[in-house]
């Protein structure tokens, strides 16, 4: 039946193109849905979004994140988030382009943030992970980290931690790693 559909949705734009018509995309649930999130959004000052491939791109977007408080403070972190066609019922995909050091994001960029994994659930929104991201830098989590190194010295030293975040984030070396400036 749902090739059914198909054929009859491609016979459709055959017949809109012969008469010199410009196909039109359909927009899916997701984009929909997405497009919604944007014009809903409420972001603290402290983030900014961009479509880096341009606005016709909704579903690819960055967001950069400068906290204004906690061990962070003055940093600059980018984020890429990819958005399903199935959104909201799949949480977006989102990885750091800043190599940080941080208890919640690997050295590859991979954000541990439990919305966007087991706790995701459809009435949640792009506003909100936007806010799970910003609060990783506030109040970063030692007792469920992908970078397990970082997490034991901000949970045994939090002077120590403090001073390698300052270090990694001036452009330097935290053990045998470096991490470019971000500030």
Known sequence: MIKLFKVKEQQREVAENAKGKAPVKKQSAGELRLQKDMSELNLPKTCNISFPNGKDDLMNF?????????????????????????????????KCKTKVYHPNIDLEGNVCLNILREDWKPVLNINTIIYGLYHLFTQPNYEDPLNQEAAAVLRDNPDMFKSNVRRAMAGGYVGQTFFPRCT
Do not use: C, L, N, R
């Open 62 to 94: 960055e967001v950069t994140i400068q906290p204004d408080e906690g061990y962070y403070t003055g940093g600059m972190f980018t984020f890429t988030i990819q958005v399903s066609p199935i959104y909201p019922h799949e949480a977006p995909k989102v």
